[in-house]
């Protein structure tokens, strides 16, 4: 490849640590953004009559619907690998909204019928109340599936064009918008359901926002390519990454599941929703290293560069987990930002105490299931979300023995363990790739 080429080809240029900081930046921002959402919801569900039934209720319905419509959340992976047209943006929406089908017409019917007793009332052993409230949120996330999908192509469309600056204020908008929407819709809807339906009002607000700009990105892409691979190519390449990223919350999920075995199981499962959001709110960021990795190692010295940013992000974030949560700063998030009450703010301490061991696992998975995904060689991001999966319910069944354990610390370190297997499955399989395989 001559010098020239090099220059207009930027997947092919030499990679800089810079280049990572200024396409990762703005999308640090964006999950920032995104997972304060989660957070205000937390604090809104908080301050309500019933704080620890409406929390339990809001994150058992959030967990178990984005645990099995995983697939929304591969649609930018995938899009980012073969989005080359304008006709290939419909297929690809076509191919998630089919993929989604059998998954939204599960979450409809716990949300409709006795399964969601089932669910809710055997399963994370909920009260009544509680488990009613559960239903309403998952009715009303099913609504999300459509916003995700268009909203995946957009954000494809921006990354690919290194204009991540966009999805940076799109988030912004759907923060704006999530405030707002707590601060209305309490006028029609009480508890977990105003979560829900405040968390699509404001996913529905950042796609139109992002749409506004991916629009004219789209329309540079030809209308069609010569050749297209077929649906089952799009398969073949997505079901390891729907296994995986269905792992990411189910295995929260199956944590949860045996949360509501312990003695308090309400308040178990509240206090580990409340610290999974704070947790995520602060090192989710990293996950994006699957789309920096995806779209910026063009060479194999690309990866070397790609570990060290990975490496001192890890760090970065290591070192504010400890002073947020080893701190005095620890007493006024829980009591004064999230507003939890002192019996809440007590029981969740432990589980922030061990958090900061996350960043490594995390960071490292993230920035593998990346270079597999470039290379789309995904197989391998089956087996580990399965293991993943496994190995939370593993650590998490300590509760059936102890049921007098602190479920929020339980719930953190099988969820830490998790990522643990995940990391060493997928070091495995890029030692066997040598670390990086041409596409």
Same mark, same amino acid.
């Given at each position: ?5 090099? @220059?207009?080809?930027?997947?092919? /240029? ?38 620890? %039934? ?11 619907? &984005? ?5 929304? !959340?591969?649609?930018? =992976? ?5 989005? +080359? ?50 239903? *309403? ?5 099913? #609504? ?10 957009? &954000? ?38 105003? %979560? ?19 629009? +004219? !990105?789209?329309? +540079? ?19 390891? $990454? ?11 999920? =199956? #944590? ?34 699957? *789309? ?32 947020? &949560? ?13 507003? $939890?009450?002192? !019996?809440?703010? /007590? ?7 061990? /958090? ?7 960071? /490292? ?8 995904? +470039? ?9 580990? %979300? ?13 509760? #059936? ?10 719930? @953190? ?11 060493? @499955? ?12 041409? @596409?």
């Amino acid at each position: 490849m001559s010098k020239d080429q090099a @220059v207009k080809d930027p997947e092919r /240029s030499h990679l800089r640590l810079r280049d990572c900081y200024w396409f990762f930046l703005p999308l640090v921002l964006m999950v920032e953004l995104n997972m304060m959402s989660k957070s205000l919801i937390h604090a809104f569900l908080a301050r309500t009559h019933d704080p620890s %039934g409406a929390l339990a209720a809001f994150n058992a319905a959030f967990t178990f619907y &984005f645990a099995i419509t995983a697939a929304s !959340e591969v649609t930018t =992976v995938l899009c980012l690998s073969f989005l +080359k047209s304008r006709r290939d943006s419909l297929r690809l929406s076509a191919f998630a909204a089919l993929v989604l089908t059998l998954p939204i017409t599960i979450a409809l019917a716990v949300a409709f019928t006795g399964a969601g007793n089932v669910v809710f009332g055997s399963w994370f052993s909920l009260g009544a109340s509680a488990v009613e409230e559960a239903q *309403q949120a998952v009715g009303l996330l099913a #609504i999300s599936s459509p916003v995700l999908i268009f909203r995946a192509n957009a &954000f494809a469309l921006l990354m690919l064009a290194r204009r991540t600056i966009i999805i940076t204020l799109s988030t912004l908008v759907r923060l704006l918008s999530l405030t707002v929407s707590l601060a209305i819709l309490p006028w029609w809807l009480e508890g977990a359901a105003i %979560g829900a339906a405040a968390l699509v009002i404001c996913m529905a607000s950042e796609t139109v926002f992002s749409w506004a700009f991916a629009w +004219k !990105e789209l329309m +540079k892409l030809p209308r069609e390519r010569a050749s297209v691979e077929p649906l089952i190519r799009y398969w073949s390449f997505s079901w390891p $990454l729907i296994i995986n990223a269905s792992a990411e919350l189910g295995s929260i999920f =199956v #944590i949860n599941l045996f949360l509501g075995r312990l003695h308090t199981a309400e308040l178990a499962i509240a206090a580990f929703g409340v610290v999974h959001g704070l947790v995520s709110l602060l090192m989710a960021p990293v996950r994006n290293l699957v *789309q920096t990795a995806q779209t910026l190692v063009g060479r194999r010295e690309d990866v070397r560069i790609m570990a060290i940013f990975t490496a001192q992000l890890v760090g970065l974030f290591t070192l504010l987990a400890l002073v947020l &949560f080893h701190t005095p700063l620890r007493d006024g998030i829980l009591g004064g930002l999230i507003g $939890l009450t002192p !019996e809440l703010a /007590s029981y969740s301490e432990p589980a922030m105490a061990i /958090s900061f061991a996350m960043a490594a696992f995390w960071g /490292s998975s993230a920035l593998f299931r990346g270079l597999l995904a +470039k290379a789309r060689t995904t197989g391998s991001l089956a087996a580990s %979300g399965v293991l993943r999966v496994a190995t939370a319910a593993a650590a998490a069944s300590v509760a #059936i023995a102890y049921p007098d354990l602190n479920g929020a610390a339980l719930g @953190v370190s099988a969820w830490i363990l998790s990522y643990a297997v995940e990391t060493a @499955v997928s070091t495995w399989r890029l030692r066997k790739l040598g670390w990086y395989a041409e @596409v």
